[in-house]
């Protein structure tokens, strides 16, 4: 199943957009300071958590998950035996379960469960499969502490959105139940930077670039892992038999096309799937959750999809 929406036809148009102008901000500063060490790149992109409101009656809680950290979330009156397993974005490079922890708690709120953001390792100091890995022994740790695999959503956003596909598949790989869903927000899936968006949205996304991009992959993937490996390019998979799968994107952003990529791959292998376009957004636009109208709608599909 797809959907596309309109926010014009339903007076969701924005005045001013909180992740739009956070992106603008960044892409000044990388702009203007080529010799950004990684340490401060990190740096700016913890901001991420600055467009979204903190979620109410939501309390955290750092802990370790099959040897990663992270940090949980849990709402108020949440079901404790269904678990959000949260990936963040940022590239596989930057981007933490600080950065975040916001977005992640609305997330769960507004599902009525509880999650758990992963600090993964990071490129390129780990490149791939290590933040598969990582997501792959967290999810074996759910399951052992007694969570069942069905009642377990990978959810991510850009490169956290491709972990959240990449775990299933891993996991399918190696023989072991699969998630029960896969919900992901601007998922960033194409390691060749083969996208026509990249082209026609370039004016548009406040964000993302191909030279961004560039960098981040020959961070991730460094010269030994292929481009077209489907653990690290889920465009090249097998999609047969994958979990019920929730895309969403804005329609501006440069890899919108990913989305929709996705989604037509999932679709002709057999699986469940809807996708969500929201006309005028940015990249992971629910980022913006409690401060914008559009990420608020977005949460609350998410929500009628995940207890249909």
Known sequence: MSISIDA?????????DPVRDLYADWSEIMATTPDLTMRLFRSIFDEWHQPTREPEAVSYKEDVVGGVPGIWAFPEGADRAKVLLYTHGGGFAVGSASSHRKLAGHVAKAVGVVTFVLDYRRAPEHPHPAQVEDGVAAFKALVDSGIHPHDITTVGDSAGGNLAIAIALALKEQGEPQPGQVIVFSPWLDMENKGETL?????????ISVPLLEGMIAGVLGDSVSPQNPLANPLYADFSGFPRLYITAGSVESLVDNATRLNALAEAAGVDVTLSIAEGQQHVYPFSAGNSEPADAELARIAGWYKY
């Open 8 to 16: 014009e036809a339903t007076g969701t148009v924005q005045a001013t």
């Open 199 to 207: 082209i026609t949205n370039d004016a548009t996304d406040a964000l």
